[in-house]
C-alpha cells in the first residue's frame, strides 16, 4: 500500500500543471537548498576549530552541548513558520477500503523525510567525526550522541505538527507558541531554571550510557502516536463540513464611493480582509510592522549602522503592501473564474487593489513619525522608504502577482498558514527589502546620508510619475495569463 500512495503522489505531482509552469522556480528553490547545505557542512567542518580558537581552555563537545537548547526553541520556532505537514489527497481515498490508519502512517512517515530533519545532519555528522578522529573521542559515545539528536530533531519535527493543531483554532495562532518559546528562554536566560543544562547534561548521560537511548525513542513513539490520534481523527469525508454559521456584520463602506469606478472592488477586498480567517491575519501583523524599529533604534549597536534605516523603513511602512500584496489575485482565487467572467476593465480590478496598499504605506509612516525620537536621520529615512514602496515595491509586487498559480482557502487558520505559498513569495523579498537596503547602504558609504536618501526618493518619484504606463503593462501581463491562473486556480493545491 506504501508503494501504492508513493506512485500516485509521484504521478500528481509531474501530471500537475505546476510542474510544467514553476520548473524555473523548482530549480532556484533548489539552488537554496544546496546554499543551505553547504552553509550547514561548513558549521560542521569548522566548528571545533572556531570553538577551540575562541574557548582554548574548555571542551568544544560539552559547548556544543549546551546550547541544544537554544538550538530546539529556534528549530521549533523555524518549523512551525515554515514546514507543513505533508499531505496527500486523501478524500477520494475514504471511500474506499484503505485502512486510514494507512494513510495516517504514511503522511507521517512521509513528514520524517523533510528537509528539516536532515538539514541538521549535515552540521553533526562532520563535527562529530572530527571529534572522533581528530580528538579520540570514544567512537560509541559519538554515535550514540549523534543519534540522540538526529531523535531530537524528530521529535522536533511531530512536536510542530501538535502544536501547530492546537494552535490552529485561535486567531493568532503565533502568539501561544512565541509566549512559550519566550518565557522557556526567559526562565533559561535569567537562571530560574536551567534548561540548557539539563538538556546538555541528558545527552551527554544518554551518550555514555547507551541504555539510557530508550528515554528519547520512547519520546519519539509517544508524539508520534498523538499525531497519529490527532489526524485519524480528522479523516472523515465530513470533517469539514461547517457545523456553525455566524452572521456577518456589514459595516458602512460608502466612503470609498469617493475612488470612482474601482470602489466596488475595494470594499470586495476590505470585505474579505475582516470577514476571512486567512485574509484576516494581514491586519494584525501591521501592529508587528509598525513596531518593528523598537527592536533596533533602542539597541546602541545600531545607532552607527545607518544602512539599517532603510530596511527597517521599507519593512515598517510597507508591511501591509508585502504581506497582503504578495498573493494578489490568490485571494480571489475561490471565485477568480466567475469574477472573470464579468464585464469590467482588469485595469480596475488592479487599480483597487493598488490603491489599498498605497494607502496602507501612507497611514503606517504617519504613525509611524514618533520615530523620529530617535533622531532626525531615521524619519527622513522612513519618508524616502515610504516613497520608494509606492513608486517601485508597489509595482514591482503587482507584476509578481501574474507569477502566482496557488489557491488560497480563505476559511484556513488565519496565522501563518503557508498554503498558496510559492517561490514566487520567498523570491520577491530580494527586490523588495534587499534592494533599496543594497542602494541606500553604498550609497550612504561611498557618498553621504543626503545622497542615498536623494535616490531613493527619486526612485520613488519616477515610479509615481510613470504609474499609469506601468500599470498598463502589468495589466497586459495580467491579461496575457488570466486563463493560466484560472485554470491553476481551479485545481486542489
Known amino acids: 500500500m506504501i508503494k501504492h500512495f508513493i506512485s500516485l503522489e509521484w504521478k500528481q505531482y509531474f501530471r500537475s500543471p505546476y510542474w510544467q509552469t514553476s520548473i524555473g522556480l523548482k530549480i532556484v528553490m533548489g539552488i537554496f537548498a544546496i546554499f543551505f547545505i553547504l552553509m550547514f557542512l561548513g558549521i560542521g567542518l569548522g566548528l571545533f576549530s572556531i570553538l577551540k580558537e575562541q574557548f582554548p581552555n574548555k571542551d568544544p563537545f560539552i559547548i556544543v552541548n549546551g546550547v541544544i537548547f537554544y538550538w530546539i526553541l529556534g528549530d521549533i520556532m523555524m518549523r512551525f513558520f515554515l ?3 505533508p499531505v496527500m489527497s486523501v478524500k477520494p481515498m475514504l471511500t474506499l477500503p484503505i485502512k486510514r490508519s494507512k494513510i495516517v502512517n504514511y503522511v507521517l512517515g512521509k513528514s520524517a523525510l523533510s528537509f528539516f530533519n536532515f538539514l541538521p545532519l549535515f552540521a553533526i555528522i562532520p563535527f562529530g567525526m572530527i571529534l572522533i578522529f581528530k580528538e579520540g573521542y570514544d567512537v560509541i559515545t559519538i554515535l550514540f550522541w549523534i543519534f540522540v539528536l538526529i531523535n531530537i530533531s524528530l521529535i522536533t519535527n511531530y512536536l510542530n505538527f501538535i502544536v501547530e493543531s492546537l494552535s490552529a483554532k485561535t486567531e493568532l495562532s503565533f502568539l501561544p507558541i512565541i509566549a512559550v518559546a519566550g518565557s522557556l528562554f526567559a526562565l533559561n536566560y535569567f ?4 534548561f540548557s543544562e539539563l538538556l546538555s547534561n541528558g545527552v551527554v548521560g544518554v551518550a555514555k550510557n547507551p541504555i539510557m537511548i530508550f528515554i528519547p525513542i520512547l ?3 509517544l508524539v508520534y502516536l498523538y499525531n497519529y490520534k490527532i489526524l485519524k481523527n480528522k479523516l472523515y469525508t465530513d470533517s469539514s463540513v461547517q457545523t456553525k454559521i455566524k452572521e456577518v456584520d456589514a459595516s458602512d ?6 475612488f470612482g469606478d474601482i470602489a466596488p472592488f475595494m470594499q470586495l477586498d476590505l470585505k474579505l480582509l475582516w470577514r476571512n480567517k486567512r485574509a484576516k491575519s494581514t491586519l494584525p501583523v501591521l501592529a508587528i510592522g509598525l513596531l518593528y524599529g523598537l527592536f533596533f533604534y533602542p539597541q546602541p549597536i545600531y545607532q552607527d549602522k545607518v544602512f539599517m534605516y532603510a530596511f527597517i523603513g521599507v519593512f515598517s511602512t510597507g508591511i501591509f503592501l508585502i504581506n497582503f500584496g504578495q498573493f494578489i489575485p490568490a485571494w480571489d482565487s475561490s471565485y477568480y473564474k466567475m469574477l472573470m467572467s464579468q464585464n469590467f476593465k482588469y485595469e480596475q480590478y488592479l487599480k483597487s487593489k493598488f490603491t489599498l496598499m498605497v494607502m496602507s504605506v501612507v497611514i503606517l509612516f504617519v504613525l509611524g513619525i514618533p520615530y523620529v525620537y530617535f533622531g532626525w536621520k531615521i524619519l527622513v529615512a522612513h519618508f524616502a522608504a515610504a516613497i520608494y514602496n509606492i513608486g517601485v515595491n508597489s509595482h514591482v509586487i503587482m507584476y ?15 496565522a501563518f498558514n503557508f498554503q498558496g505559498t510559492g517561490a514566487v513569495q520567498w523570491l520577491i523579498g530580494i527586490p523588495l ?10 550609497l550612504n558609504w561611498l557618498i553621504n546620508f543626503e545622497v542615498a536618501i536623494a535616490t531613493l526618493i527619486s526612485l520613488g518619484t519616477i515610479g509615481i510619475v510613470l504609474h499609469q504606463k506601468i500599470m ?8 496575457l495569463v488570466k486563463h493560466k491562473m484560472i485554470e491553476a486556480f481551479s485545481q486542489d493545491n
Not at 191 to 194: D, K, R, T, V, W
Not at 253 to 258: K, P, V
Not at 472 to 479: G, V
Open 472 to 479: 498598463t503593462a502589468t495589466t497586459k501581463k495580467y491579461l
Open 433 to 442: 527589502l534587499l534592494v533599496p537596503m543594497i542602494i541606500f547602504g553604498l
Open 400 to 414: 509578481g502577482g501574474t507569477f502566482n498559480r496557488k489557491k488560497i482557502n480563505l476559511d484556513e487558520r488565519a
Open 83 to 85: 514546514q507543513k505537514l
Open 253 to 258: 463602506l460608502t466612503w470609498t464611493n469617493r
Open 219 to 221: 519520546f519519539l513513539i
Open 191 to 194: 537562571e530560574i531554571i536551567s
